[in-house]
């Protein structure tokens, strides 16, 4: 799919489309390929997925490609509220299985139970998942603060020792939740979720990165040009040996 522009900053490529669903369908086709490359050379995939309103021509090219082994794909995914059912509308577990799961067949999906009785041992029952498998692709989004996963700027932590960990969620973050439209009122949305680290998320092989929007303009802007700190957390990026920025004419306004 070709793009209208690209460009690399540090070690990130940076991919500009006409709009967001031509930007979806190149995202769609690379990720194919890094999971056929990797079932190839390995026999399996395993893959750490994102949520939110800015996936979604991502998935829809994604869960129409046809040559894709799903039956050898394991999924992960970033994150999810604290004490919130996975029937919940703006659960992303639910997300995951309205957006890609009920029209793909994985070898295996895990999930992130942030509504489990026992926080704690779910925390390191992930921990363990994550430390015992290669990871060969995150597919994640920015924030429109600049996180990645629920890793905002106060909370943030570029050498965290843990790769799940519980989080407070910011202002900004919440008021992004709610803009979306996942939640009627700001006091609505939850104030804490469980997210991956950013070391999990870098621990990756290859990061595809899909940030389509202008609300999103500010955070790609600061993401390519701020200095690499946890004060915009998706600067770290620009220090992951194979990671890419899929980005369509709004979100790339201001580059």
């Not at 990130?12 to 190839?40: C, H, P, T, W």
């Not at 082994?69 to 999924?75: A, G, P, S, V």
């Not at 790609?220 to 040009?225: I, M, S």
Request: proline content about 4%; hydrophobic content about 40%; overall charge negative.
């Amino acid at each position: 799919m070709n793009h209208i522009d690209g460009f690399e900053t540090d070690m990130l490529k940076i991919k500009i489309f006409e709009d967001d669903i031509i930007m979806g369908q190149a995202a769609g086709e690379y990720v194919s390929e890094v999971l056929k490359r990797s079932i190839k050379d390995k026999g399996e995939a395993n893959i750490i997925i994102a949520t939110g309103a800015s996936q979604f021509t991502f998935y829809e090219a994604l869960r129409t490609i046809q040559d894709i082994e799903w039956d050898k794909i394991i999924i992960f995914h970033l994150d999810e509220y604290v004490g919130m059912s996975d029937r919940h509308p703006a659960s992303f577990r639910r997300y995951l299985k309205d957006r890609i799961l009920k029209y793909v067949n994985p070898k295996k999906t895990y999930f992130l139970n942030g509504d489990d009785k026992n926080l704690e041992a779910e925390i390191n029952r992930y921990e363990t998942l994550l430390e015992t498998a290669e990871i060969d692709l995150a597919c994640i989004g920015i924030g429109e603060n600049g996180h990645i996963a629920f890793n905002d700027p106060p909370i943030a932590n570029f050498n965290d020792p843990h790769l799940v960990k519980m989080v407070e969620l910011d202002d900004a973050c919440r008021r992004q939740q709610l803009g979306e439209g996942w939640f009627p009122a700001l006091d609505d949305v939850p104030t804490h979720a469980l997210s991956l680290t950013v070391p999990a998320i870098m621990k990756a092989n290859t990061i595809s990165c899909v940030v389509p929007d202008a609300r999103k303009a500010e955070a790609v802007y600061n993401t390519v040009n701020s200095e690499i700190s946890e004060k915009c957390p998706a600067t770290i990026l620009r220090t992951h040996s194979d990671s890419t920025l899929f980005l369509d004419i709004n979100s790339a306004q201001k580059l």
